[in-house]
């Protein structure tokens, strides 16, 4: 896809006319990613607003001990830029970006987007609504970190990023959730021997979403 399909084809963008995509796409780039690049490190400063075209973008930051904390995914047509201000040119990376499948990003000079479409307020609402995102996302990582226990974060994984669980090993899993790879088996074979998950050729299945959903809903929420 050329650049104007490319912002044709993101939710964000849905309400620009045609004259307005096409200013868009000269203020634009795209940009092509292997799997395993960094897009930027934590407090890097950037002067782009970025969103995922395709691929899939893994959040997170470094402790003071080196080891890393998961925070989340990004998937394709969302938003990668956290933003805490839109009165500066600038966006502060609060932690570290790294594509772990191989993608494109498209890549917005974030100066001229502000000028022509947040002060004019024409994507203002739509902005608002990426920043609460965010925001939810935020919410998400305090009960998982502080609040959920191991069967909820295993629950609530299943329940939001199940094609990621089945892609992934269990020791990988065990290292974002913060739990012991001895834990997540235990957690997962009482939820196949309650039925509610099944798993064929390591590959899982939910058989009773509601109770699923029971595990973590309502924990800290």
Same mark, same amino acid.
């Given at each position: 896809?050329?650049?104007?399909?490319?912002?044709?084809?993101?939710?964000?963008?849905?309400?620009?006319?045609?004259?307005?995509?096409?200013?868009?796409?000269?203020?634009? !780039?795209?940009r092509n990613f292997n799997e395993n690049t960094i897009i930027y490190y934590e407090s890097d400063i950037d002067?782009?607003?970025?969103?995922?075209?395709?691929?899939?973008?893994?959040?997170?930051?470094?402790?003071?001990?080196?080891?890393?904390?998961?925070?989340? =995914?990004?998937?394709?047509?969302?938003?990668?830029?956290?933003?805490?201000?839109?009165?500066?040119?600038?966006?502060?990376?609060?932690?570290?970006?790294?594509?772990?499948?191989?993608?494109?990003?498209?890549?917005?000079?974030?100066?001229?987007?502000?000028?022509?479409?947040?002060?004019?307020?024409?994507?203002?609402?739509?902005?608002?609504?990426?920043?609460?995102?965010? !925001?939810?996302?935020?919410?998400?990582i305090i009960n998982r970190e502080l609040v959920f226990d191991a069967t909820a974060k295993v629950a609530y994984?299943? =329940?939001?990023?199940?094609?990621?669980?089945?892609?992934?090993?269990?020791?990988?899993?065990?290292?974002?959730? =913060?739990?012991?790879?001895?834990?997540?088996?235990?957690?997962?074979?009482?939820?196949?021997?309650?039925?509610?998950?099944?798993?064929?050729?390591k590959k899982f299945t939910i058989l009773n979403e509601q109770q699923l959903l029971s595990s973590f809903q309502?924990?800290?929420?």
């Amino acid at each position: 896809m050329n650049k104007i399909q490319t912002i044709k084809s993101i939710d964000f963008f849905k309400t620009l006319n045609e004259e307005q995509i096409k200013y868009l796409a000269e203020i634009s !780039s795209i940009r092509n990613f292997n799997e395993n690049t960094i897009i930027y490190y934590e407090s890097d400063i950037d002067y782009s607003l970025q969103f995922l075209i395709s691929g899939l973008v893994k959040i997170y930051k470094i402790d003071k001990y080196n080891n890393e904390i998961f925070l989340y =995914h990004i998937y394709k047509n969302n938003m990668i830029s956290e933003l805490t201000s839109i009165d500066d040119e600038t966006i502060y990376c609060f932690s570290n970006a790294e594509f772990i499948k191989e993608g494109a990003i498209l890549s917005i000079n974030f100066k001229k987007f502000r000028k022509q479409f947040l002060d004019t307020s024409i994507l203002a609402s739509n902005f608002i609504k990426e920043i609460l995102i965010k !925001s939810h996302q935020l919410q998400c990582i305090i009960n998982r970190e502080l609040v959920f226990d191991a069967t909820a974060k295993v629950a609530y994984m299943l =329940h939001n990023d199940l094609e990621i669980f089945n892609s992934l090993k269990k020791t990988e899993i065990a290292f974002m959730l =913060h739990i012991q790879p001895e834990t997540l088996s235990r957690v997962l074979k009482r939820l196949t021997r309650n039925n509610v998950i099944s798993v064929e050729d390591k590959k899982f299945t939910i058989l009773n979403e509601q109770q699923l959903l029971s595990s973590f809903q309502g924990v800290g929420l």
